[in-house]
C-alpha cells in the first residue's frame, strides 16, 4: 500500500499570499496518477487536480499542480477567501488507493 | 448535469448491516466505476473500494474485505454499498465518488453529498 505523507499539516497564511502544500509517497506514484481534492466544512471534497498538472474543469488557474514519482506538490498562486480549506492529495496508479492525512489552509 | 443523490441517515446498533444507495443521473452510467470513501468524525477520506457500472467487477480495501458489499443496478442507475457487522469505528460519513474508467479505480470528478452511518448502542 502506498502511504501519502502531506505536508504541512496547516498553513497559516493570509488572502493573496501563495499556498504550496506537500505530498510525499512511500513509493512511485505509477504514471504520476495523483489527485488534489478540496474539501469545506459540511461538504463532499471537490477534485483540483487529476494527473499531477492536469486542472479539472471549471478550476481558476490559480490551481496547479506538480511533480512526479514521489514528490508532488499542489500551489495556489494567490489566495482567494474561499481557498481556506483542507487539501487532500489522493493516488489512483494502485490498489488499494489511498489518500493523504490532508493540510488545512487557514487564515492568518 | 451529473448528480449523484445518497440516501438519508442511518442510525444502527453495533453488529448491524446498513445498505446506502447513490443514485446517479446526467451521464451514461455503465460508461463509468463508481468508488465509496469514508470519513470519520474529524479525519480524513479513506477508501473503501470500486465497482464498475460496466460489468460489476469490484476492487475493495483489504481492510473491509469480507464486511463490504458493492452492487450497482444499472435499470435505475442506483450504487449500493452494504456494510455488515458494523463496529462503532464504522461511524462516519460515507459518499460515494464517480471514477472515470470502468475497468479500473480512477480518480472522482463527482461526488454524492454524503450519509452519515452512525453506530450506537
Known amino acids: 500500500e502506498i502511504v501519502l505523507t502531506q505536508s504541512p499539516g496547516t498553513l497559516s497564511l493570509s488572502p493573496g499570499e501563495r499556498a504550496t502544500l506537500s505530498c510525499r509517497a512511500s513509493?512511485?506514484?505509477?504514471?504520476?496518477?495523483l489527485a488534489w481534492y478540496q474539501q469545506k466544512p459540511g461538504q463532499a471534497p471537490r477534485l483540483l487536480i487529476y494527473?499531477?498538472?492536469s486542472r479539472a474543469t471549471g478550476i481558476p488557474d490559480r490551481f496547479s499542480g506538480s511533480g512526479s514519482g514521489t514528490d508532488f506538490t499542489l500551489t495556489i498562486s494567490r489566495l482567494e477567501p474561499e481557498d481556506f480549506a483542507v487539501y487532500y492529495c489522493?493516488?489512483?496508479?494502485?490498489?488499494?488507493?489511498?489518500f493523504g492525512g490532508g493540510t488545512k489552509v487557514e487564515i492568518k | 448535469q451529473v448528480q449523484m443523490v445518497q440516501s438519508g441517515a442511518e442510525v444502527k446498533k453495533p453488529g448491524a448491516s446498513v445498505k446506502v444507495s447513490c443514485k446517479a443521473s446526467?451521464?451514461?452510467?455503465?460508461?463509468?466505476?463508481i468508488s465509496w470513501v469514508r470519513q470519520a468524525p474529524g479525519q480524513g477520506l479513506e477508501w473503501m473500494g470500486w465497482?464498475?457500472?460496466?460489468?460489476?467487477?469490484?476492487n475493495y480495501a483489504h481492510k473491509l474485505q469480507g464486511r463490504v458489499t458493492m452492487t450497482t443496478d444499472t435499470s435505475t442507475t442506483t450504487a449500493y454499498m452494504e456494510l455488515r457487522s458494523l463496529r462503532s469505528d464504522d461511524t462516519a460519513v460515507y459518499y460515494c465518488?464517480?471514477?472515470?474508467?470502468?475497468?479500473?479505480?480512477?480518480?472522482?470528478?463527482?461526488w454524492g453529498q454524503g450519509t452519515l452511518v452512525t453506530v450506537s448502542s
Open positions: 465518488a464517480r471514477g472515470l474508467s470502468s475497468a479500473w479505480p480512477d480518480y472522482f470528478d463527482y
Open positions: 446526467g451521464y451514461t452510467f455503465t460508461s463509468y466505476g
Open positions: 465497482i464498475s457500472a460496466y460489468n460489476g467487477n469490484t
Open positions: 513509493q512511485s506514484v505509477r504514471s504520476s496518477y
Open positions: 494527473g499531477a498538472s
Open positions: 489522493q493516488q489512483y496508479g494502485s490498489s488499494p488507493l489511498t
